[in-house]
């Protein structure tokens, strides 16, 4: 079916004994399409979304040009899904690239379910495909097919030859680099002998890819080109041009140590994109195209918020050794997407909600903004209805056409879906699927209550953007109608679903084991997912030393219900002794026998080594869902559930 459809289009396609079609492209009679997307940028990263340490006058200027979008939504918390989804227009559980695995060696076209996982692991989780097959049709190849000229620039992250961009209907594709990130660094010389971009020492790759960029559009001015510029930056390793660092040093001994946004070599990295964007824009300007040109800016995932820069090599996902550059910034998250609760990798808004901008001249409204809901799988039928491409017979699509929110009419794309059925230990990522509809957001986490089965959170939006009052309990209907939407979801898309995993310890589980112990007036034991507390004293306490931080002011928040009684505490320690003497902060539970949430707030510049909590002064009994422990930009340190 995809052959057809492509001879259909006029799109040549290469078989596997290497003899191509002769069919020939139509002209074509659209406008320019220039999709920029950045990596791991984060949804408050640029000054446009709030973001008050970042300087980014040229995206904020392509703002002033077109529309805004607050609630644009990546398929996907990390790269290669969301990237495929772009191109496909189809949900990664559908393409099985839920995973940014496609620049490993081996070769895997379909997702599975693993075949065992460790005994801490509830569920089993998904082993995604690693190349995107070239049976899916993509928006170069429908686009090539109505005459466009195609090319992308930069990174790509969908596998290497023969899945690479020239095989998947893109006419140039330069660096033409399989690889998660820049070869080991942002500036030249580059690690790898493979990297097809020459420079000289200490030249800049979004420099030189904005360079080549900037040659295809005068090159190709006077006809109908759609040009991908997927940017490097602000992925690991974490790099920038040295002249920058002065100006965001500077800033940042301005600001408070709890400022959510303070990595200046992070700020940096943001405005050597920035720049690039720049070029790009001021290529369109003096070609004469800018009022034929659709200009599209976005990013694949949400922004690292925990310390990547002290790693030999940044979590989630990898991209390369880290820098010397980045040493001096080892402790500093790269950003923070407060108010939204996580990051990359995240199954939290911070993880999908990213920075998106159209500008689409004579349509789009000069300034204006949108709080339309919006993702990735939405642009390909966008740009169909843009170019005046008809979407062929046979090809199925999951994303909807944004056009009339473009418009500034009424647009309404019904249930939007992300499926991450994978773990992932730098952002605490549980397998899950969660589908968004108005307001409201559904959290399915697989197999993820004590005894395996699936555990629910629910979120008011409107109400709760940091996602931190878990309203399941109070709405089961709610609950119920979402979970059926997931239900149909995952049987439409053919998702690999995690299931329980048998080698956990579902019926040992303890208190210990969790990373918790009890006094010898609180006795601690793990059910049904919950720590049951059971206190006959005065001075009932527990401890974990599982708790760690290199820096503060922290937050301890607690979900818990009691029937004990008196006021309870939270104390910090740290260092070789582990002294709580003096160190605590007193809160007042609920003992009502009740579920409430708890947030306390710890003054302690310095970190800590050790927690403990007193969850009351006298006995009864109680119970604890979850504790969690959060750094001062609101990232997730550690969470205990039990």
């Known amino acids: 079916m995809t052959r057809q459809i492509l001879t259909a289009l006029g799109v040549a396609w290469t078989c596997a004994c290497g003899q191509s079609s002769a069919a020939t492209p139509v002209p074509a009679q659209g406008p320019n399409i220039l999709f920029i997307l950045a990596d791991d940028l984060g949804w408050r990263d640029v000054a446009c979304f709030g973001s008050t340490f970042h300087e980014t006058p040229r995206i904020d200027a392509l703002a002033g040009r077109g529309m805004r979008f607050t609630q644009a939504y990546a398929a996907n918390p990390l790269c290669s899904p969301t990237r495929a989804s772009i191109v496909t227009g189809l949900y990664p559980a559908r393409v099985g690239i839920t995973a940014p695995a496609c620049h490993v060696p081996q070769e895997k076209l379909e997702e599975r379910i693993v075949d065992k996982g460790p005994p801490q692991n509830r569920a089993l989780q998904a082993d995604s495909a690693t190349r995107l097959k070239t049976d899916y049709v993509t928006i170069a190849e429908l686009l090539k097919g109505a005459g466009y000229r195609t090319a992308h620039f930069g990174k790509w992250h969908l596998g290497p030859e023969p899945y690479s961009p020239l095989q998947q209907g893109f006419d140039i594709d330069v660096p033409h680099w399989a690889g998660p990130g820049p070869p080991g660094a942002y500036t030249a010389p580059w690690k790898s002998p493979k990297f097809a971009m020459p420079a000289k020492p200490g030249e800049h790759i979004e420099d030189l890819l904005a360079a080549e960029a900037v040659k295809f559009i005068r090159e190709n001015k006077g006809q109908p080109f759609l040009m991908h510029y997927w940017a490097f930056s602000v992925h690991a390793p974490y790099q920038s041009k040295a002249a920058l660092l002065p100006k965001y040093l500077a800033r940042a001994k301005t600001l408070p140590p709890d400022a959510p946004q303070r990595n200046p070599l992070y700020a940096a990295m943001v405005e050597c994109l920035d720049t690039a964007v720049g070029q790009l824009i001021r290529a369109i300007d003096e070609a004469g195209i800018a009022d034929r040109t659709v200009i599209i800016f976005f990013s694949d995932n949400g922004g690292v918020n925990w310390d990547a820069m002290g790693e030999k090599k940044a979590k989630g996902g990898g991209g390369g050794e880290g ?130 089965t699936d555990r629910f959170e629910l979120y008011n939006l409107n109400e709760d953007i940091g996602e931190s009052h878990n309203l399941a309990e109070r709405h089961p209907d709610k609950v119920r109608d979402l979970n059926a939407l997931i239900d149909g979801f995952l049987r439409d898309s053919g998702a690999v679903i995690p299931r329980a995993n048998p080698p956990y310890n579902k019926g040992g589980a303890s208190a210990a084991a969790a990373g918790w112990t009890g006094n010898p007036d609180l006795a601690l034991s793990v059910k049904g997912g919950r720590l049951i507390l059971r206190s006959g004293g ?48 007193n809160f007042a539970p609920e003992h009502d026998a009740q579920w409430h949430e708890y947030t306390v707030t710890l003054p302690i510049p310095g970190g800590l080594d050790a927690l403990r909590i007193d969850p009351a002064s006298g006995p009864g009994e109680g119970q604890i869902e979850w504790i969690r422990l959060k750094g001062p930009d609101g990232a997730l340190i550690n969470e205990w559930r039990f």
Not at 545 to 557: I, K, N, Q, W
Not at 564 to 583: E, H
């Open 323 to 452: 820098t010397a550059q980045a040493a001096p910034f080892a402790g500093i998250p790269p950003t923070s997407n407060a108010p939204l609760r996580g990051g990359k990798a995240s199954i939290y808004e911070g993880g999908t909600r990213e920075p998106c901008i159209v500008v689409w001249p004579g349509v789009t409204r000069p300034g204006s903004r949108s709080e339309a809901i919006i993702q990735s799988v939405d642009f390909l039928p966008t740009l169909l209805e843009i170019c005046g491409v008809e979407r062929p017979a046979g090809m199925k699509l999951d994303g909807r056409s944004f056009v009339p929110a473009l418009r500034g009419e009424p647009h309404d794309r019904g249930p939007t879906f992300c499926h991450f059925p994978h773990y992932t230990p730098a952002s605490g990522a549980i397998p899950c699927t969660w589908v968004r509809s108005g307001e409201w957001k559904l959290l399915r986490l697989f197999a993820d209550n004590e005894d395996q």
């Open 538 to 585: 005065k001075d009932p306490y527990m401890s974990s030393r599982d708790a760690s931080a290199d820096r503060g002011p922290l937050t301890v928040e607690i979900r818990m219900k009691s029937s004990l009684s008196g006021p309870g505490q939270v104390f910090w320690a740290k260092g070789k002794k582990l002294s709580f003497l003096g160190n605590h902060i």
